[in-house]
Nanobody
Framework: QVQLVESGGGLVQAGGSLRLSCAAS????????MGWFRQAPGKEREFVAA????????YYADSVKGRFTISRDNAKNTVSLQMNTLKPEDTAVYYC????????????????????WGQGTQVTVSS
């Protein structure tokens, strides 16, 4: 069992930056792949970024590639999402999630591969 708590959301102007953090409970954090998803009003939840355990291979949605960076600190049981050059279309509730780390690479883009979810944190980007 893993419990996830996100923090760091808020209101920022377009072009600005935010850093989201996700704190995980449990001593098995390092065995999970971690992901960030987001859900904008009236839209389905979508993949943002993921990071594997071990070597920390990362994956990004095309819409955030080059602007967002996912990282993890296994000693502190945290995963972070650094978001730069934010756009109004990045406005959404952002969710942290954990998945078993034995799927093919392409599976980490899939919401249903993730077993544990945080409650979400709101990010609002004003134009």
């Amino acid at each position: 069992q893993v419990q996830l708590v996100e923090s760091g959301g808020g209101l920022v102007q377009a072009g600005g930056s935010l850093r989201l953090s996700c704190a995980a409970s449990g001593h098995t954090f390092s065995s999970y792949a971690m992901g960030w998803f987001r859900q904008a009003p009236g839209k389905e939840r979508e993949f943002v970024a993921a990071i594997r355990r071990g070597l920390g291979v990362t994956y990004y949605a095309d819409s955030v590639k080059g602007r967002f960076t996912i990282s993890r600190d296994n000693a502190k049981n945290t995963v972070s999402l650094q978001m730069n050059t934010l756009k109004p279309e990045d406005t959404a509730v952002y969710y942290c999630a954990a998945a078993s780390d034995y799927y093919p690479n392409s599976d980490y883009y899939i919401e249903t591969r993730y077993s544990y979810w945080g409650q979400g944190t709101q990010v609002t980007v004003s134009s």
